[in-house]
């Protein structure tokens, strides 16, 4: 960061990101005190409605792609520069914090208004709200508004996939764009070629950034613990999700002798405490393992289980790490629907890749902790985000602020005004840092700058 930039970051306002947390907050308000702001619904509208009025409000000309993302543009002196590139999402998971993508969005917000404000960067300022990071209503993988600028394969199973109230992520996404556009809301029929159509049209020309920078809360406990103000995110821990259902056989509970029974639900319940032994085992090369969903039918009292569906996340930025641990997984599950003659089948998901973040970017954001005097912590993550996917296409980085007691996904989730207004001052700091070098070739390399 230059001098002639330096006093920039002072003029970020702190008390406006915050009372903008507060008031995007009461869309999708829950009893429980939290968040319910799911991916393409009315709620997810009006949120994104209310940003939309903020991007404009700090300069940004803001356009929404075939998808959702919505891109704010903020010209810079030099319009052939390459664009520097910054935001995150707004959509939650079910009764969540306030926090979440929210903080790095809103940031990005503030960063472009102070440098409208001062005249703009040399180079042109992109701010994006991406869409559906969550995976939270259809159960796919996370960000779907990143994957599609970024060209990834979004595949035929993805489409196709329903939330609880049975409807089609891709009729989801006509009826949101019918929401926000008042464009006619299709049929599942033509919803499906719609949506083809719509992600063709949604790419994102990544060669034209030199560099993308995401904030975000850690939504995890090591910055708090170990005493840190912010973290320097090195890689993003990629998931590998399974399906596994259980076939086993329904009958009465009270006639059926014990040892003739096959229990789907006990059967799973066995393979719930083997995931979690396993990915223990796998602990010290941060390995995690969860078991997060289960349905049991007919799920009354009287009748033994006959089928179960299981839904099982493991994740590491140790791509051999993870995989070893998969098969290790696989290997006991298999073997206790064998002991227990449950019938069982097995599908993947999801199977990512980690991502290691660009030396260059994050060399920058250290530069600028340094000149701010923060003691930052270099540091993976252990969840998935927007910039992990631009990072496979584009230069990028990721700066955190701690999660107080490391809660995230829960209406208790919180960070500070004081580690919020930094975390923004850190991120406008680094935008400036990227745009005041001048690259020879700023795509020679994706890990480079």
């Not at 829950?30 to 991007?55: H, K, N, S, Y």
């Not at 299709?186 to 790419?203: F, M, N, P, Q, V």
């Not at 839904?311 to 098969?327: N, P």
Request: glycine residues 8%.
């Amino acid at each position: 960061m230059t001098d002639h930039y330096a006093h920039w970051t002072k003029q970020i306002d702190g008390a406006r990101i915050a009372h903008q947390i507060e008031q995007l907050s009461e869309i999708g308000r829950t009893p429980q005190g939290g968040v319910t702001r799911l991916a393409f619904t009315r709620e997810d509208a009006a949120g994104r409605a209310r940003l939309r009025e903020w991007m404009s409000a700090a300069g940004l000309q803001v356009q929404r792609d075939a998808v959702g993302n919505l891109i704010g543009v903020l010209r810079g002196k030099n319009p052939d520069a390459p664009i520097l590139a910054c935001g995150s999402h707004i959509d939650t998971v079910v009764n969540a914090g306030k926090y979440d993508g929210i903080v790095g969005m809103l940031c990005a917000v503030e960063c472009a208004r102070v440098i409208q404000a001062n005249g703009g960067l040399n180079a042109p300022l992109h701010v994006i709200n991406f869409a559906m990071e969550e995976s939270a209503r259809f159960g796919a993988g996370y960000g779907f508004g990143s994957r599609v600028m970024t060209g990834a394969e979004i595949s035929k199973q993805e489409l196709f996939a329903r939330d609880r109230s049975k409807v089609l992520l891709a009729r989801a996404l006509q009826e949101l764009k019918g929401w926000e556009t008042g464009a006619k809301i299709a049929t599942e029929r033509t919803a499906l070629a719609a949506a083809h159509k719509d992600i063709d049209a949604s790419r994102y020309d990544w060669t034209r950034v030199r560099a993308f920078l995401e904030l975000h809360i850690e939504q995890g406990p090591v910055l708090e613990r170990a005493g840190k103000p912010l973290g320097i995110v090195t890689a993003v821990a990629a998931p590998t999700r399974l399906q596994i259902i259980l076939n086993g056989e329904q009958n009465h509970s009270g006639t059926t002798p014990m040892p003739l029974r096959h229990d789907a639900l006990a059967a799973a319940a066995e393979m719930i405490l083997a995931v979690e032994r396993l990915a223990n085992e796998f602990a010290a090369q941060r390995v995690v393992g969860t078991v997060g969903m289960i349905q049991a039918e007919p799920n009354v009292m009287n009748s033994i289980p006959g089928r179960v569906e299981l839904r099982v996340d493991i994740r590491s930025a140790d791509a051999d790490a993870k995989r070893a641990c998969v098969q290790s997984i696989t290997r006991a599950l298999e073997w206790i629907a064998s002991k227990r003659g449950i019938g069982m089948e097995l599908e993947t998901l999801t199977d990512e890749t980690p991502i290691a973040f660009s030396d260059a970017v994050i060399q920058s954001i250290e530069r600028v902790c340094a000149a701010q005097n923060l003691d930052a912590l270099k540091m993976p993550s252990g969840a998935g985000h927007d910039a992990a996917h631009v990072a496979r296409v584009a230069p990028a980085g990721m700066i955190f602020i701690p999660s107080r007691g490391g809660i995230s996904h829960d209406p208790r989730e919180f960070s500070t005004p004081t580690e919020i207004t930094r975390g923004a001052r850190v991120l406008l700091g680094a935008l400036a840092a990227l745009d005041s070098t001048n690259p020879k070739d700023p795509r020679a390399d994706s890990r480079t700058i």
